[in-house]
């Protein structure tokens, strides 16, 4: 049995079985009924690897999945602009899929975080700007299905082909916030501005891209101080740190 590092989960591979145990730190945010229906609406889809097996015991949940022992997650020396294309194309065919889940609501998530630990001195000064942000969230535009939480090690590489994975935070969203989601959480600041050109965003569209990514940093940033207060972990520390600098940094 092996036992993998994960911020969140208790995650370990036994008898080439990938198994994930949640917690309850962080079932007390995630919505498992959700993630857990959104997994057996697409079992056949192509582009995606989720898990054949669930189990809700002892207050846990448990998820199982085939370990794929010489697939790697996306690596970001590697992330060239081919890489982009590609994950561009994992994005829009999620999209794509008409799935019945619960629509995300920005109101609702950061006010489990700041209700726990407050707004974080640093960025009260954004409190405003975040509000105006959530109350013209959707500004009319068909929600979509989102993985909401891009980063680079839910995207698998197997048999040369990219894959996304691990869709705790799955609802239906607004259809640029996957994009907001992996440029604040996989992309080194360098690479941006070519990420973004490959999206063809009008300016107004450009401008919601831009009001996403700050509501992504400003939520994680609350996300990332609950989790150290409940559990002293030194990363979640260092995540909230760092997310106090992106959205400081604009």
Same mark, same amino acid.
């Given at each position: 049995?092996?036992?993998?590092?994960?911020?969140?989960?208790?995650?370990?591979?036994?008898?080439?079985?990938?198994?994930?145990?949640?917690?309850?730190?962080?079932?007390?945010?995630?919505?498992?009924?959700?993630?857990?229906?959104?997994?057996?609406?697409?079992?056949?889809?192509?582009?995606?690897?989720?898990?054949?097996?669930?189990?809700?015991?002892?207050?846990?949940?448990?998820?199982?999945?085939?370990?794929?022992?010489?697939?790697?997650?996306?690596?970001?020396? +590697? *992330?060239?602009?081919?890489?982009? =294309? %590609?994950? /561009?194309? !994992?994005?829009?065919?999620? $999209?794509?899929?008409?799935?019945?889940?619960?629509?995300?609501?920005?109101?609702?998530?950061?006010?489990?975080?700041?209700?726990?630990?407050?707004?974080?001195?640093?960025?009260?000064?954004?409190?405003?700007?975040?509000?105006?942000?959530?109350?013209?969230?959707?500004?009319?535009?068909?929600?979509?299905?989102?993985?909401?939480?891009?980063?680079?090690?839910?995207?698998?590489?197997?048999?040369?082909?990219?894959?996304?994975?691990?869709?705790?935070?799955?609802?239906?969203?607004?259809?640029?916030?996957?994009?907001?989601?992996?440029?604040?959480?996989?992309?080194?600041?360098?690479?941006?501005?070519?990420?973004? +050109? *490959?999206?063809?965003?009008?300016? =107004? %569209?450009? /401008?919601? !891209?831009?009001?996403?990514? $700050?509501?992504?940093?400003?939520?994680?940033?609350?996300?990332?101080?609950?989790?150290?207060?409940?559990?002293?972990?030194?990363?979640?520390?260092?995540?909230?740190?760092?997310?106090?600098?992106?959205?400081?940094?604009?």
């Amino acid at each position: 049995m092996k036992k993998i590092l994960n911020t969140t989960n208790k995650i370990k591979i036994k008898n080439n079985v990938f198994i994930k145990t949640s917690n309850k730190n962080i079932d007390y945010f995630m919505d498992r009924e959700n993630e857990k229906k959104f997994y057996e609406q697409v079992q056949n889809l192509d582009f995606i690897l989720v898990p054949n097996q669930i189990k809700h015991k002892w207050n846990k949940w448990v998820f199982k999945m085939p370990y794929y022992e010489n697939a790697t997650t996306l690596k970001l020396k +590697s *992330l060239d602009i081919q890489k982009m =294309k %590609e994950v /561009i194309e !994992l994005i829009h065919q999620l $999209q794509q899929q008409k799935v019945d889940l619960k629509l995300f609501n920005p109101q609702a998530f950061l006010k489990l975080f700041t209700n726990k630990v407050g707004v974080i001195e640093e960025l009260k000064v954004w409190k405003t700007e975040i509000h105006l942000i959530i109350e013209n969230y959707y500004d009319e535009t068909p929600p979509v299905l989102s993985h909401n939480d891009l980063i680079v090690e839910n995207f698998l590489i197997k048999d040369h082909k990219m894959f996304l994975i691990d869709f705790e935070y799955v609802s239906l969203n607004h259809y640029l916030f996957d994009y907001a989601s992996f440029i604040s959480e996989a992309l080194p600041k360098s690479k941006h501005q070519a990420f973004i +050109s *490959l999206l063809n965003l009008t300016p =107004k %569209e450009l /401008i919601k !891209l831009n009001q996403l990514i $700050q509501y992504h940093n400003f939520l994680w940033a609350h996300w990332a101080k609950y989790l150290y207060q409940v559990t002293h972990r030194p990363i979640y520390l260092e995540i909230m740190k760092q997310k106090i600098r992106q959205i400081n940094d604009k």
